[in-house]
Antibody, heavy 118, light 107 residues
Framework: EVQLVESGGGLVKPGRSLRLSCTAS????????MSWFRQAPGKGLEWVGF??????????EYAASVKGRFTISRDDSKSIAYLQMNSLKTEDTAVYYC?????????WGQGTLVTVSS | DIQMTQSPSSLSASVGDRVTITCQAS??????LNWYQQKPGKAPKLLIY???NLETGVPSRFSGSGSGTDFTFTISSLQPEDIATYYC?????????FGGGTKVEIK
């Protein structure tokens, strides 16, 4: 069974950093791209970015709203994807979800809440 | 970026009613369109991929159609457990943007 479990969320002050983790199981992690999405309280869904599998270069793509501040990485030996968030803003407050793949994303984690507030 | 215009933003219907949601892309996305269901406090659930393909395990009362720029999502007979917000999403190009969502309630 495919499982994705996010962790690392919490309350952080504006301008600070936070790293989220997405621990995967139930599939060959290294074979798949991994994505991050987010949802601000009471709002719709927003794609944050994704990292390709090593077979496709392991390269990353980001939404314009986070480019230059957020970095996605992966550790295939541990089946973990990371979302490093720097220079956090109040508007980054959201539930962050990791997913397998970036197109038709059938597998989502349960989400982790990030609150950016002074 | 390809913009997705979803309508209506909310609707209220009776159990057993046919419910239709539309999604319009700002440019041709072929059939690279998903439909998701999201219940409060839960992650989105993929219902339809490639515009019309039913995800495994999803009840057959859910269906999707369309290609190019105009897409339709239908619940043939609304059930109480279908109360949720539904989103379309294009994945023809990055960024894979979502529609604004349709909140479905029981009348």
């Amino acid at each position: 069974e495919v499982q994705l479990v996010e962790s690392g969320g919490g309350l952080v002050k504006p301008g600070r950093s936070l790293r989220l983790s997405c621990t995967a199981s139930g599939f060959t992690f290294g074979d798949y791209a991994m994505s991050w999405f987010r949802q601000a309280p009471g709002k719709g869904l927003e794609w944050v970015g994704f990292i390709r599998s090593k077979a496709y270069g392991g390269t990353t793509e980001y939404a314009a709203s986070v480019k230059g501040r957020f970095t996605i990485s992966r550790d295939d030996s541990k089946s973990i994807a990371y979302l490093q968030m720097n220079s956090l803003k109040t508007e980054d407050t959201a539930v962050y979800y990791c997913t397998r793949e970036v197109g038709a994303t059938a597998y989502w984690g349960q989400g982790t809440l990030v609150t950016v507030s002074s | 970026d390809i913009q997705m215009t979803q309508s209506p933003s909310s609707l209220s219907a009776s159990v057993g009613d046919r419910v239709t949601i539309t999604c319009q892309a700002s440019q041709d996305i072929s059939n690279y369109l998903n439909w998701y269901q999201q219940k409060p406090g839960k992650a989105p659930k993929l219902l339809i991929y490639d515009a019309s393909n039913l995800e495994t395990g999803v009840p057959s009362r859910f269906s999707g159609s369309g290609s190019g720029t105009d897409f339709t999502f239908t619940i043939s007979s609304l059930q109480p457990e279908d109360i949720a917000t539904y989103y379309c999403q294009q994945y023809d190009n990055l960024p894979p943007l979502f529609g604004g969502g349709t909140k479905v309630e029981i009348k």
